[in-house]
């Protein structure tokens, strides 16, 4: 297995494995090799990609093909398909190469319905772009940064955690 490059990094696996219950339901929002097989394997996964030639590539995971509309993706499949109640909010999508920008979850927000105590993880916060992600939860939302995780090869800053609650 080949955690981290463009792939979720083994330590934000291994955050979300060791803090959020089998069985719950997550949005990948931006499908992986990695983040989706492994994630699909405890855990109710719901995977919007804009990329159809990586939906269905898992069988345990529930894909949601959403192609990119308006540099994100376009809402009307995610408002059909998505979950009632998600547990944790996995951002990692889009890619920029496939003319997406990920700051664009914020003003499509209120199509995810995290549940009371949900978690959003936004992967990849040495970017400015997904700074700007964080900055924008912690300040509009009042979530508490509860981890920030470090990808031990590069030494970068790599996720943040984001709760209501950080108990």
Excluded at 59 to 82: C, H, R
Excluded at 142 to 153: A, L, P, Q, S
Aim: glycine share 6%; hydrophobic share 30%.
């Amino acid at each position: 297995m080949n955690f981290g490059g463009s792939s979720i990094t083994e330590n934000c696996y291994s955050w979300i494995k060791n803090n959020l219950e089998e069985g719950k339901v997550i949005v990948e929002i931006g499908a992986g090799n990695i983040s989706t097989k492994l994630l699909s394997e405890r855990w109710k996964l719901f995977s919007i990609e804009s990329n159809s030639k990586y939906v269905n590539y898992f069988e345990s995971a529930t894909y949601i093909y959403s192609p990119i509309f308006n540099n994100w993706y376009d809402t009307n499949p995610l408002k059909e398909k998505l979950p009632e109640k998600i547990d944790l909010l996995f951002i990692d999508g889009p890619l920029s190469s496939d003319g997406g920008k990920r700051s664009n979850v914020i003003q499509n927000y209120e199509l995810f319905k995290l549940s009371e105590d949900g978690i959003i993880v936004v992967d990849d916060t040495y970017r400015e772009d997904e700074k700007r992600i964080v900055d924008y939860f912690v300040e509009k939302h009042n979530f508490n940064i509860c981890h920030e995780g470090t990808d031990e090869k590069t030494n970068t800053h790599q996720f943040t955690v984001l709760r209501r609650n950080c108990d």
